[in-house]
C-alpha cells in the first residue's frame, strides 16, 4: 500500500511532457485536446464577463425606457379612471347611523332644487334622508323612445311617409319645460344625431304646440321674442294658438288659430303643458286649507317657509311664487336654501355654547376645573356670532 502510494506522487510530480505516451499522434492528439481546451475557457471567460457583451445602441436604450414609462402610466391612469367611475357610479348604499342630538331633515324630489341644495349643503349638521319621487326614469324612458323612432326611421324599405311620421317629434305646452326640450332636442339632433344617421338628420322635424298667442308668457317680451326667432332658425315650427283636442295612437287632433281642425302625425309625443302636481303637494294644501289658497302650487314666504305649519320649506316648481319655474330659479332656490339651514346649524351650536358659559343649561359637563366656566371675553364674542 505504502508502495503504491509513493509511485503515484512520483508521477504527479512530473512533468506533462514526460507523463504523455511517446509518438507523434499522441503528442498531436495531446495539443488538440489543449487547443479544445484553451478556447473553451476562453469561450467561457466572455460568457462570465458582462464587459464583454456589446451594449445595444444608445436610441434603443431610450425607446425601451419610454416605452416602459408609458406603459405604466396608461395602466396607472386606466386603473385610476375605472376606480373613480365605478365609485361614482355605484355609490355606497349605507346610511350614515342616526344621530339624535341633530335635526332631521326630509328631502322629497330630486329635481333642480333639491339637487342644488343637496350639492350645498353640510350634512354634518342633520341627518339627511331623501325620497326621490320622480326624475331619471322619466328620462330614461324619453331617450328610449327618441331612440326607437330613430332607428325604426332607419330600417330598410320603409316608405317616405312612415318615416315622416316616425321623425316627427311634437312637443305639447310652450312654457319653460316645453321650450327648453325642444331647444335640447335640436341639440341633439346637430350633435350627436348627424354623425349616428346622417341620412335621417335633416328629415328630423320639431313642432311646439301653445294654445296661447305665444311661448313663454310669464317672460318679457323681449324674451318671447329672441325665443320665437331663435326656433325659427333652428328649424323648430312654433303653433301658437293651437289646441290639443284628442291624441291618438300615431296622431294628435288639433284646432289651429283658424279654427280648423288638423290631424297631425307623430313618432314622439310629448306633453308640457298643465302638468299636474304631485300627491303629496295636493295633500299639503288639503290639510292646509285657509293658508293654500292657490290652486298652481304651495304658498311660501320670503324665506321658502311653508304657510300654515313650522320647519317645513318648498322650493322648485312645487311652490307658488312670483318667479318663473325654471331650473336657474330652482338651483338658487336649494343653494339659498342650504346656506340657510346651514346658519341656522351654527346658531344653535353658539347658543348652547353660550348657555354653558353662562351655566343655564342644567345637565351639561363641567368645565375642566369641576366647575362651569364664565369667561366674560369668550361671552361677548359668542354674543357678537349670534348678532351678525
Known amino acids: 500500500m505504502l508502495a503504491a502510494r509513493r509511485t503515484l506522487n512520483t508521477v504527479a510530480r512530473r512533468p506533462l511532457s514526460r507523463s504523455l505516451p511517446a509518438g507523434p499522434s499522441a503528442l498531436s492528439s495531446s495539443s488538440s485536446g489543449s487547443s479544445r481546451l484553451f478556447s473553451t475557457s476562453r469561450i467561457a471567460r466572455s460568457i462570465e464577463t458582462p464587459d464583454a457583451l456589446p451594449k445595444p445602441p444608445r436610441w434603443r436604450r431610450a425607446l425601451t425606457t419610454f416605452g416602459r414609462v408609458t406603459l405604466v ?17 355605484h355609490p355606497p348604499s349605507w346610511q350614515k347611523p342616526f344621530d339624535k342630538d341633530k335635526k332631521t331633515v326630509v328631502i322629497l324630489g330630486s329635481g333642480w332644487a333639491a339637487t342644488s341644495m343637496l350639492k350645498n349643503m353640510d350634512t ?3 341627518n339627511v334622508h331623501s325620497c326621490f319621487l320622480k326624475e331619471l326614469p322619466d328620462a330614461e324612458k324619453l331617450r328610449e323612445r327618441v331612440m326607437d323612432c330613430i332607428e325604426s326611421a332607419a330600417f330598410p324599405d320603409q316608405s317616405e311617409a312612415e318615416v315622416d311620421r316616425l321623425m316627427h317629434m311634437i312637443v ?12 335640447e332636442l335640436h341639440d341633439f339632433i346637430k350633435d350627436d344625431l348627424r354623425s349616428w344617421y346622417p341620412e335621417l338628420a335633416d328629415k328630423l322635424k320639431i313642432t311646439l304646440v301653445e294654445a296661447l298667442p305665444n311661448v313663454l308668457p310669464m317672460f318679457s317680451r323681449e324674451l318671447i321674442q329672441y325665443t320665437e326667432s331663435t326656433f325659427k332658425e333652428q328649424n323648430i315650427e312654433v303653433l301658437t294658438k293651437t289646441m290639443v283636442k284628442e291624441v291618438k295612437d300615431k296622431t294628435v287632433v288639433v284646432k289651429n288659430d283658424k279654427g280648423q281642425i288638423e290631424e297631425l302625425p307623430y313618432g314622439l309625443l310629448v306633453w308640457a303643458a298643465g302638468n299636474v302636481s304631485r300627491p303629496i303637494t295636493r295633500d299639503l294644501m288639503a290639510q292646509l286649507p285657509q293658508h293654500q289658497t292657490n290652486r298652481r302650487g304651495l304658498l311660501v314666504d320670503d324665506y321658502l317657509r311653508l304657510l300654515g305649519v313650522n320647519d317645513v320649506y318648498a322650493i322648485g316648481d312645487c311652490t307658488a311664487t312670483s318667479y318663473a319655474p325654471t331650473a336657474q330659479v330652482a338651483t338658487q332656490q336649494g343653494r339659498y336654501l342650504a346656506r340657510l339651514l346651514g346658519q341656522l346649524a351654527k346658531k344653535e351650536e353658539l347658543e348652547k355654547r353660550l348657555a354653558e358659559l353662562r351655566g343655564e343649561r342644567s345637565g351639561l359637563p363641567e368645565g375642566p376645573e369641576g366647575k362651569v366656566k364664565n369667561n366674560a371675553e369668550e361671552i361677548e364674542s359668542v354674543v357678537k356670532q349670534l348678532n351678525r
Open 73 to 89: 402610466t396608461v395602466l396607472g391612469t386606466g386603473a385610476t379612471f375605472m376606480y373613480f367611475a365605478t365609485k361614482e357610479t
Open 124 to 126: 354634518e349638521d342633520f
Open 172 to 183: 305639447v305646452g310652450g312654457g319653460p319645460t316645453g321650450v327648453e326640450f325642444s331647444g
